[in-house]
Nanobody
Framework: QVHLVESGGGLVQAGGSLRLSCAAS????????VGWFRQAPGKEREFVAS????????AYVDSVKGRFTISRDNAKNTAYLQMNSLKPEDTAVYYC?????????????????WGQGTQVTVSS
């Protein structure tokens, strides 16, 4: 079982940046995919970004394209989500997840390990 811990969330003004980290322990990520999801109050959990094991396949939800960048360091068992030009609508709890596929998957059911989440709040 992979234990995932997110960090890096916080309060930021619109237009600002945050970098989320997801550290894996117990077992490594490999050779599977890593994804970031988010859930705002009263809304369903939604896909944000994902990255394949070799980082050659990356996917983003349209609303974050050009603003967010997902990456991973397999040697450090850590994944990242760099978030720039943040908007109030990005406010949510952000979750890291890992799954067995080597591709960058976009559905929650493609992932079998989840972190507990980190709050991101963007003020206007």
């Amino acid at each position: 079982q992979v234990h995932l811990v997110e960090s890096g969330g916080g309060l930021v003004q619109a237009g600002g940046s945050l970098r989320l980290s997801c550290a894996a322990s117990g077992r490594t990520f490999g050779p599977g995919c890593v994804g970031w999801f988010r859930q705002a109050p009263g809304k369903e959990r939604e896909f944000v970004a994902s990255i394949s094991w070799s980082s050659d396949h990356i996917a983003y939800v349209d609303s974050v394209k050009g603003r967010f960048t997902i990456s991973r360091d397999n040697a450090k068992n850590t994944a990242y989500l760099q978030m720039n030009s943040l908007k109030p609508e990005d406010t949510a709890v952000y979750y890291c997840a890992s799954g067995p596929s080597r591709m960058a998957m976009t559905r929650t059911y493609d992932y079998n390990n989840w972190g507990q989440g980190t709050q991101v709040t963007v003020s206007s």
